[in-house]
C-alpha cells in the first residue's frame, strides 16, 4: 500500500475482483437513459456556448 | 387491534391508517415492532397496538420514529422528521425514545439522519456506530454522512465487514476527484499511455471533436480496464485503476439501496473537467417507481447551471436553470429539444429556465417531444 493525499490506495485481493465482476456480470442499468440525457444535456449546453463564442 | 396501511411516497416511507390518533401534528411518534407475519407488522405506536406493513426492513425488537402528517386520517411519515437544525435537548429527547444510549457518536448520527432526510431506526443507529467502531472514530468522523447514506440500510450494513470496510475510507465524490487527477497526469504526459487513451473512450465526452462519440461510461468497461490494469508494471496506471476499482466497489453497494453514482470526463481546449452525479430510484405513493437526479453544471463554458432529470418510464423530463443569456430562451430550447430527439429517440420533455435572483427557476415555456418511431 501507498499513501496519496492522505488516502491509501488500496490493491484488491482476487475474491473481492470476482465479487465485483459477478455483480456487474448481471447487472441491467436501469439508469442508462436518464444518464444518457444528462450527458447530451450537458454536452449541449456546453456546445451550445461554444457556437456562441464562435 | 387497528389495521395501518403502509405506502411510500415520492421515496419516502408513510404509514397510513383510518382512524382518530391520540397524538398532535407532527409530533413524533415511537413505533415498536413486536413481531411480523408475512408482510404485516405487529407495531406499538406511541403504546398502543396496530398491525400495519412497514415500508422499511426491521425485525421484532427494533424502535423508530415517525412524524405525524395527517390526524385523521392518519398519516405517519417514516422519513424527512424534521426539516431544521434540532438543538442537543431535542436530540437527546428523540434518542431517548428510542432507548439509545446518548454519546458524542449517537447525537451525530441521529443529527446527520434528520439533516439528510432518512429514517431513524434504532437498529440502524446501532449499526452504524458499530461500523464507527470498526473503522476507527476519528476515521468515521470525518466522513459520518457518507457512511449514513451508505449504511443505515441494513441490505448494505449486512454485508461490511472488516475485509472491505477499508474500501470506504474515502467518500465517493472525492475518489471521482483521485480517479481525475491521476488521469490528467497520465493523459497530460507527452506520450501518453496506450491504457489510459482506451480508458479515455469510455469515460471521456470530448468537445474538441465535431460529432464525436459519447462515453459508454459502462461498467463492464469500466471494470475490464481496471482489472487489466490493476497490475500494471507502471505505478501511476495500477494506482488509477486500483481507485476505479474502489469506485466500482462502492457504486455496487450505492445500487443495493437504490442509487446511481455516475461519472464522466468533460474535454475542451486541451482542458479537462470531472462531472459526478447521482440518479436515484424512487417511489410514488402509488408503489410505481422513477428514476431521478440533478447536477450542477459549473464550468467557464456555461457558467453555473442546473439540471434535473426524472425518467418515469414512458418518458423523461428535464428542467435546466441557466442564469440571464444573450440567447433566445425560445430559440435554444427548441435547439435542445431537436437535439435530443436525433440522438436519443425518446420521449421527453423540455423545460428551460431562468434561474431568478434568489436562485429560483422562472419557467419561460414548455416543450414536449413525442418518441420517433
Same mark, same amino acid.
Given at each position: 500500500? *501507498?499513501?496519496?493525499? +492522505?488516502?491509501? $490506495?488500496? &490493491?484488491?485481493?482476487?475474491?473481492?475482483?470476482?465479487?465485483? *465482476?459477478?455483480?456487474? +456480470?448481471?447487472? $441491467?442499468? &436501469?439508469?442508462?437513459?436518464?444518464?444518457?440525457?444528462?450527458?447530451?444535456?450537458?454536452?449541449?449546453?456546453?456546445?451550445?456556448?461554444?457556437?456562441?463564442?464562435? | 387491534?387497528?389495521?395501518?396501511?403502509?405506502?411510500?411516497?415520492?421515496?419516502?416511507?408513510?404509514?397510513?391508517?383510518?382512524?382518530?390518533?391520540?397524538?398532535?401534528?407532527?409530533?413524533?411518534?415511537?413505533?415498536?415492532?413486536?413481531?411480523?407475519?408475512?408482510?404485516?407488522?405487529?407495531?406499538?405506536?406511541?403504546?398502543?397496538?396496530?398491525?400495519?406493513?412497514?415500508?422499511?426492513?426491521?425485525?421484532?425488537?427494533?424502535?423508530?420514529?415517525?412524524?405525524?402528517?395527517?390526524?385523521?386520517?392518519?398519516?405517519?411519515?417514516?422519513?424527512?422528521?424534521?426539516?431544521?437544525?434540532?438543538?442537543?435537548?431535542?436530540?437527546?429527547?428523540?434518542?431517548?425514545?428510542?432507548?439509545?444510549?446518548?454519546?458524542?457518536?449517537?447525537?451525530?448520527?441521529?443529527?446527520?439522519?434528520?439533516?439528510?432526510?432518512?429514517?431513524?431506526?434504532?437498529?440502524?443507529?446501532?449499526?452504524?456506530?458499530?461500523?464507527?467502531?470498526?473503522?476507527?472514530?476519528?476515521?468515521?468522523?470525518?466522513?459520518?454522512?457518507?457512511?449514513?447514506?451508505?449504511?443505515?440500510?441494513?441490505?448494505?450494513?449486512?454485508?461490511?465487514?472488516?475485509?472491505?470496510?477499508?474500501?470506504?475510507?474515502?467518500?465517493?465524490?472525492?475518489?471521482?476527484?483521485?480517479?481525475?487527477?491521476?488521469?490528467?497526469?497520465?493523459?497530460?504526459?507527452?506520450?501518453?499511455?496506450?491504457?489510459?487513451?482506451?480508458?479515455?473512450?469510455?469515460?471521456?465526452?470530448?468537445?474538441?471533436?465535431?460529432?464525436?462519440?459519447?462515453?459508454?461510461?459502462?461498467?463492464?468497461?469500466?471494470?475490464?480496464?481496471?482489472?487489466?490494469?490493476?497490475?500494471?508494471?507502471?505505478?501511476?496506471?495500477?494506482?488509477?485503476?486500483?481507485?476505479?476499482?474502489?469506485?466500482?466497489?462502492?457504486?455496487?453497494?450505492?445500487?443495493?439501496?437504490?442509487?446511481?453514482?455516475?461519472?464522466?470526463?468533460?474535454?475542451?481546449?486541451?482542458?479537462?473537467?470531472?462531472?459526478?452525479?447521482?440518479?436515484?430510484?424512487?417511489?410514488?405513493?402509488?408503489?410505481?417507481?422513477?428514476?431521478?437526479?440533478?447536477?450542477?453544471?459549473?464550468?467557464?463554458?456555461?457558467?453555473?447551471?442546473?439540471?434535473?432529470?426524472?425518467?418515469?418510464?414512458?418518458?423523461?423530463?428535464?428542467?435546466?436553470?441557466?442564469?440571464?443569456?444573450?440567447?433566445?430562451?425560445?430559440?435554444?430550447?427548441?435547439?435542445?429539444?431537436?437535439?435530443?430527439?436525433?440522438?436519443?429517440?425518446?420521449?421527453?420533455?423540455?423545460?428551460?429556465?431562468?434561474?431568478?435572483?434568489?436562485?429560483?427557476?422562472?419557467?419561460?415555456?414548455?416543450?414536449?417531444?413525442?418518441?420517433?418511431?
Amino acid at each position: 500500500m *501507498t499513501t496519496e493525499n +492522505k488516502y491509501e $490506495v488500496i &490493491m484488491p485481493e482476487d475474491e473481492t475482483i470476482t465479487e465485483v *465482476t459477478d455483480f456487474y +456480470k448481471d447487472y $441491467v442499468d &436501469m439508469f442508462f437513459k436518464l444518464n444518457f440525457v444528462f450527458m447530451q444535456v450537458i454536452e449541449f449546453i456546453l456546445k451550445n456556448k461554444l457556437n456562441n463564442e464562435e | 387491534m387497528n389495521n395501518l396501511q403502509t405506502q411510500y411516497s415520492g421515496g419516502m416511507g408513510h404509514i397510513k391508517g383510518d382512524f382518530i390518533f391520540g397524538s398532535s401534528l407532527h409530533s413524533i411518534v415511537r413505533i415498536e415492532v413486536l413481531g411480523r407475519n408475512s408482510n404485516w407488522y405487529k407495531i406499538l405506536v406511541n403504546g398502543k397496538l396496530y398491525q400495519s406493513n412497514l415500508p422499511v426492513t426491521v425485525l421484532p425488537g427494533d424502535i423508530l420514529l415517525a412524524k405525524a402528517i395527517n390526524l385523521n386520517p392518519i398519516k405517519l411519515q417514516l422519513n424527512d422528521l424534521h426539516n431544521a437544525e434540532l438543538d442537543s435537548d431535542s436530540l437527546i429527547y428523540l434518542l431517548d425514545k428510542l432507548n439509545v444510549e446518548i454519546t458524542d457518536i449517537s447525537l451525530e448520527i441521529i443529527k446527520i439522519l434528520l439533516k439528510i432526510g432518512k429514517p431513524v431506526i434504532k437498529s440502524s443507529i446501532e449499526n452504524l456506530i458499530d461500523l464507527i467502531e470498526k473503522k476507527g472514530k476519528n476515521a468515521a468522523l470525518s466522513n459520518l454522512e457518507f457512511l449514513i447514506k451508505l449504511f443505515s440500510d441494513s441490505v448494505n450494513y449486512s454485508k461490511v465487514n472488516e475485509n472491505n470496510i477499508q474500501y470506504f475510507q474515502i467518500p465517493i465524490e472525492q475518489l471521482v476527484q483521485l480517479i481525475f487527477s491521476s488521469f490528467i497526469k497520465l493523459i497530460s504526459e507527452s506520450h501518453t499511455a496506450d491504457e489510459i487513451n482506451d480508458l479515455a473512450n469510455i469515460v471521456v465526452l470530448n468537445l474538441d471533436e465535431e460529432g464525436g462519440k459519447m462515453p459508454t461510461c459502462e461498467v463492464n468497461e469500466l471494470l475490464n480496464w481496471t482489472k487489466k490494469n490493476l497490475g500494471s508494471k507502471r505505478n501511476e496506471i495500477s494506482k488509477l485503476a486500483a481507485y476505479i476499482f474502489s469506485y466500482l466497489y462502492q457504486k455496487m453497494f450505492f445500487l443495493k439501496v437504490g442509487q446511481s453514482p455516475e461519472f464522466f470526463i468533460l474535454k475542451h481546449n486541451e482542458k479537462y473537467q470531472p462531472v459526478f452525479y447521482n440518479l436515484q430510484s424512487k417511489k410514488e405513493d402509488n408503489g410505481s417507481r422513477f428514476l431521478t437526479g440533478s447536477y450542477d453544471l459549473k464550468s467557464e463554458l456555461s457558467g453555473p447551471v442546473h439540471i434535473d432529470g426524472i425518467d418515469s418510464g414512458n418518458n423523461i423530463n428535464i428542467n435546466v436553470s441557466l442564469n440571464k443569456q444573450n440567447q433566445n430562451y425560445l430559440v435554444v430550447q427548441k435547439k435542445l429539444k431537436k437535439d435530443l430527439v436525433r440522438k436519443t429517440s425518446l420521449n421527453v420533455n423540455v423545460n428551460l429556465s431562468e434561474k431568478s435572483s434568489a436562485g429560483y427557476a422562472k419557467i419561460k415555456d414548455f416543450h414536449s417531444i413525442n418518441r420517433i418511431n
